[in-house]
């Protein structure tokens, strides 16, 4: 699964195919379902109207792969969280279709001072909270303070902050420790998410169920582990947006059964498509598959805080003992890459990953030696409950069994693994990355001493060092540096076994119009009608 969201895309395995399909079928003919896995692609929006036959409310029915668990920014992690938290909440900025920052709640992109720590933000005026709140400086000062505090995930994101104020009623500025070349593209998420300080207030701990923003969208209903229901907002700011009356996040955790849902109607759009479905929707007319580069990565925590991952050996033996082009042929075929960090082919950084290594058996034995169990070790691995989740378990079982390595799958529901894994309760658990334009939002979290995202305990001041350094470094080449060197240390310490660079795919109806996937793979349904 993807973290910020994890991404689960391949067949299932082929003998329990057809049987899971039928009985899916035969479920759908009594129930709606829907559902869906990891998006991406790229296309202009149509700007036909809609046709004469979709007269009435226009609802545009969603297939996401998991329930989202928390639609607070402040204390999201999930990938799934953030498909409907942009179409939620405007952030101060925004990213265009080719990745550039564009303004949003902004009126316009920031005032730099010269030694590049203070960034003054003029903040678009006459805008409201779908509570009838405004938005202005106070309402932005108070949610980027909220970020702020160690507890949310949006700290470490946002460390580089020395202060933010108020300069007037629709000016903000955020004064830094240090030049932080990040910033902008960090504002362009969840940390630059802006909810309703009344409604923050009025709900505390419940607003992450029941999220007020100013977004295209107003939040009206959820049935856990099945739907979220959005609705037009009709004093959404942009001229003629949303076009949508109505948005219906459909949750199916089988990615076949969300193939099986879209082309029974039930789904209008599903955020993946397994690798066996993408040549049959792309040669259907009925359908259109788009697909891009994801920005994420995937793979897996190993905990070395504990047995027994506090043993720097075992965790290179299990390492050492994957084969990842195998395990794309196998489960992905052309739906992913093989990877070996976090800097997947499309990012900037993409050198500082490293060269996929092959698969070293005799390595593996003899650092399992090292490690004092040369006869191999068990431990459990935890995933989420996906058929595809399941299938990379257990090729990755198979692989390690080849040295002696015996690892028990454990599968849990997506809320209760992420749970877990961010409470550090887990000896290897499968979370993987959505992915940030700038390659900080892909390690600085990850990999930092006491990171918002590292699950895993790790702790190494040398790449404490190189990470911060980064951050103040202007130029990406000198940047792509030091994430090389930082990436040296990680691979010789993994504290996470980096598997896939995957693709996003995403399929939807032909009638559908207004699709655009961004290269972040997130849906900003605004544009989207049939």
């Known amino acids: 699964m993807t973290r910020g969201s994890l991404t689960r895309r391949a067949a299932s395995r082929r003998g329990l195919l057809g049987l899971a399909l039928l009985l899916s079928l035969a479920l759908l003919a009594a129930a709606c379902g829907g559902g869906g896995q990891t998006a991406g692609g790229s296309e202009q929006p149509s700007g036909q109207a809609p046709s004469e036959a979709s007269a009435g409310p226009v609802v545009i029915t969603i297939g996401i792969d998991a329930d989202p668990p928390n639609l607070d920014p402040a204390g999201s992690t999930a990938r799934v969280d953030r498909y409907v938290q942009n179409n939620i909440f405007d952030k101060l900025y925004d ?11 902004a009126a316009a992109l920031p005032d730099i001072s010269e030694d590049g720590k203070v960034y003054t933000i003029p903040i678009r005026q006459g805008v409201n909270f779908s509570d009838g709140t405004p938005v202005n400086a106070d309402a932005v000062v108070f949610n980027l303070e909220r970020y702020l505090d160690p507890s949310s995930p949006r700290a470490s994101e946002l460390s580089s902050v020395e202060k933010v104020e108020k300069v007037d009623d629709y000016t903000v500025r955020i004064t830094l420790k240090a030049p932080f070349a990040p910033l902008l593209y960090t504002l362009t998420d969840r940390a630059g998410m802006i909810g309703s300080p009344a409604a923050i207030q009025k709900e505390g701990a419940d607003f992450q169920q029941n999220p007020v923003g100013s977004g295209p969208f107003v939040f009206v209903s959820r049935i856990k582990g099945d739907q979220i229901v959005l609705k037009k907002n009709p004093n959404y700011w942009k001229p003629g947006l949303p076009k949508a009356d109505e948005i219906i996040w459909k949750v199916v955790t089988d990615e076949n059964v969300k193939v099986v849902n879209l082309k029974a109607g039930q789904l209008d759009i599903i955020n993946t498509v397994p690798a066996q479905s993408v040549a049959d929707l792309s040669s259907n007319p009925d359908f259109k598959v788009v697909s891009n580069a994801s920005l ?37 075929q052309d739906t992913a890459v093989p ?52 299938q990379v378990a257990q090729v990755v079982q198979n692989m390690l069994a080849k040295v002696g390595i015996q690892m028990e799958i454990q599968q849990e529901e997506f809320g209760t693994l992420l749970d877990e894994c961010d409470n550090h309760e887990f000896q290897a658990c499968a979370l993987g990355w959505s992915g940030r334009p700038d390659p900080d939002g892909n ?3 990850w990999l930092y001493t006491g990171g918002g995202l590292n699950d895993s305990g790790y702790s190494n001041k040398d790449v404490d060092q190189l990470l911060d350094e980064a951050r103040v470094v202007a130029d990406m080449s000198q940047r792509v540096q030091l994430y090389a060197q930082a990436m040296q240390i990680v691979h010789q310490d993994v504290p996470y076994v980096y598997l896939w660079f995957p693709k996003d795919i995403m399929a939807y109806k032909a009638q559908v119009q207004g699709f655009v996937l961004y290269p972040d793979g997130m849906i900003r349904a605004e544009t989207i009608t049939k």
């Not at 990213?95 to 709640?105: G, Q, R, T, W």
């Not at 047995?307 to 990842?324: G, K, Q, S």
Request: cysteine-free; charged content about 15%; glycine content about 8%.
């Open 296 to 332: 994420g990565f995937q793979g897996f925590f190993l905990n070395v805080t504990q047995p027994p991952f506090d043993n720097v050996y075992l965790r290179r033996a299990v390492d050492e003992a994957i084969d990842r082009q195998a395990l794309v042929n196998v489960v992905f």
């Open 339 to 390: 990877g070996y960090g976090p800097f997947g082919p499309t990012s900037p950084a993409a050198a500082a990953s490293g060269q996929v290594p092959a698969p070293n058996l005799d390595q593996a034995k003899a650092d399992l030696a090292k490690g004092g169990k040369p006869d191999g070790f068990s431990f459990t691995f935890k995933t989420a409950t996906s058929p595809v989740n399941q």
């Open 95 to 105: 990213i265009d279709e080719h990745m550039n920052i564009v303004p949003d709640l």
């Open 443 to 445: 390690i600085y979290s």
